[in-house]
């Protein structure tokens, strides 16, 4: 009577060590990464405030709580779309710790002025988030599209997500040079431009790759609906065989009821006389001698009066 005992005994252990190794797994790499940045940036943000005398620091310590808010946020999200594809979450990480690092050096050297200092760091930092993201959104949309599709149409989704980085660098990066009051020359400008023009072209190549290689497809899916329609056509109802005799030995009786039914022919309908029409236009018919006829009771004339022998016509 020991051993069923002992074997109650035995699974209550194991299930109790499982939800703690579970627990330990569900921190994944990229959630360990984002923390280790976030602890690094946050230790240089304190030494940049211990480096000088900064003047307007309500305004800098507010604005870095605000931004370890949105990395906080915006490091959940990617956390919740990691395990759909493998590049999202390396992307992701660069570009969150790309915001955080490019806005702390916007914060904390920003020149001090005391009426534009929080609308100066508020709109630089709408810029850099919002184009940051957006080139997230672009390299996504660019992989995604070259899926289950030829080799040449997945490379030029990732040329033109390399070019799209690219030029979502070289368009945020001013804001953070600006900060340490340089000029960033007319040159760096065209060529950001010129960046940004072949990420176009690479976007425009990769849409007119994926809609020619989608061609065939969407001709395959159409002759399929169009297969599918006619094998269930001869099973709806009201539709005669289309080849053989007909089935059964009454199959012909609806031919022969709607030939019965069906109009004859040989006979046309003659046109109605229009005699009462005519017989309108025409005069009253008179004797010889221009007196008029008599009226029947029905109201026509009375063309017996004119056999009658001795009628008024003779004397």
Same mark, same amino acid.
């Given at each position: 009577?020991?051993?069923?005992?002992?074997?109650?005994?035995?699974?209550?252990?194991?299930?109790?060590?499982?939800?703690?190794?579970?627990?330990?797994?569900?921190?994944?790499?990229?959630?360990?990464?984002?923390?280790?940045?976030?602890?690094?940036?946050?230790?240089?943000?304190?030494?940049?405030?211990?480096?000088?005398?900064?003047?307007?620091?309500?305004?800098?310590?507010?604005?870095?709580?605000?931004?370890?808010?949105?990395?906080?946020?915006?490091?959940?999200?990617?956390?919740?779309?990691?395990?759909?594809?493998?590049?999202?979450?390396?992307?992701?990480?660069?570009?969150?710790?790309?915001?955080?690092?490019?806005?702390?050096?916007?914060?904390?050297?920003?020149?001090?002025?005391?009426?534009?200092?929080?609308?100066?760091?508020?709109?630089?930092?709408?810029?850099?988030?919002?184009?940051?993201?957006?080139?997230?959104?672009?390299?996504?949309?660019?992989?995604?599209?070259?899926?289950?599709?030829?080799?040449?149409?997945?490379?030029?989704?990732?040329?033109?997500?390399?070019?799209?980085?690219?030029?979502?660098?070289?368009?945020?990066?001013?804001?953070?040079?600006?900060?340490?009051?340089?000029?960033?020359?007319?040159?760096?400008?065209?060529?950001?431009?010129?960046?940004?023009?072949?990420?176009?072209?690479?976007?425009?190549?990769?849409?007119?790759?994926?809609?020619?290689? =989608?061609?065939?497809?969407?001709?395959?899916?159409?002759?399929?609906?169009?297969?599918?329609?006619?094998?269930?056509?001869?099973?709806?109802? =009201?539709?005669?065989?289309?080849?053989?005799?007909?089935?059964?030995?009454?199959?012909?009786?609806?031919?022969?009821?709607?030939?019965?039914?069906?109009?004859?022919?040989?006979?046309?309908?003659?046109?109605?006389?229009?005699?009462?029409?005519?017989?309108?236009?025409?005069?009253?018919?008179?004797?010889?001698?221009?007196?008029?006829?008599?009226?029947?009771?029905?109201?026509?004339?009375?063309?017996?009066?004119?056999?009658?022998?001795? =009628?008024?016509?003779?004397?």
């Amino acid at each position: 009577m020991n051993d069923p005992n002992t074997q109650m005994q035995e699974p209550q252990q194991v299930p109790t060590a499982k939800p703690h190794e579970g627990d330990q797994h569900r921190l994944s790499p990229f959630l360990k990464v984002s923390i280790i940045l976030l602890a690094a940036l946050t230790i240089a943000s304190i030494s940049l405030l211990f480096l000088g005398d900064f003047e307007g620091r309500f305004e800098r310590v507010f604005s870095t709580f605000a931004l370890f808010t949105v990395f906080v946020l915006f490091t959940a999200f990617d956390t919740s779309r990691e395990r759909k594809s493998e590049w999202y979450a390396p992307v992701a990480l660069i570009a969150n710790t790309y915001i955080l690092g490019l806005l702390l050096i916007v914060i904390w050297m920003t020149s001090y002025d005391p009426f534009t200092l929080g609308f100066e760091i508020f709109w630089k930092s709408v810029v850099v988030i919002g184009v940051t993201r957006l080139v997230i959104l672009c390299c996504q949309i660019l992989l995604s599209l070259g899926a289950h599709f030829p080799p040449v149409v997945p490379r030029f989704g990732f040329i033109t997500s390399i070019l799209a980085v690219l030029s979502g660098i070289m368009f945020t990066a001013p804001v953070g040079i600006e900060s340490f009051d340089l000029t960033v020359p007319d040159l760096y400008w065209k060529l950001a431009t010129a960046t940004l023009i072949l990420t176009a072209l690479g976007l425009a190549i990769t849409l007119l790759l994926r809609w020619t290689y =989608g061609a065939d497809r969407r001709a395959a899916a159409r002759a399929e609906r169009e297969a599918a329609v006619a094998r269930r056509a001869p099973q709806l109802p =009201g539709h005669p065989p289309q080849q053989g005799q007909p089935y059964g030995p009454g199959a012909g009786q609806p031919q022969a009821r709607s030939d019965r039914h069906a109009p004859a022919p040989q006979q046309p309908a003659a046109p109605r006389p229009q005699v009462h029409d005519e017989q309108q236009l025409l005069p009253w018919p008179t004797y010889p001698d221009g007196r008029p006829l008599p009226m029947r009771p029905d109201g026509q004339p009375d063309f017996s009066a004119l056999q009658h022998p001795g =009628g008024p016509g003779r004397p």
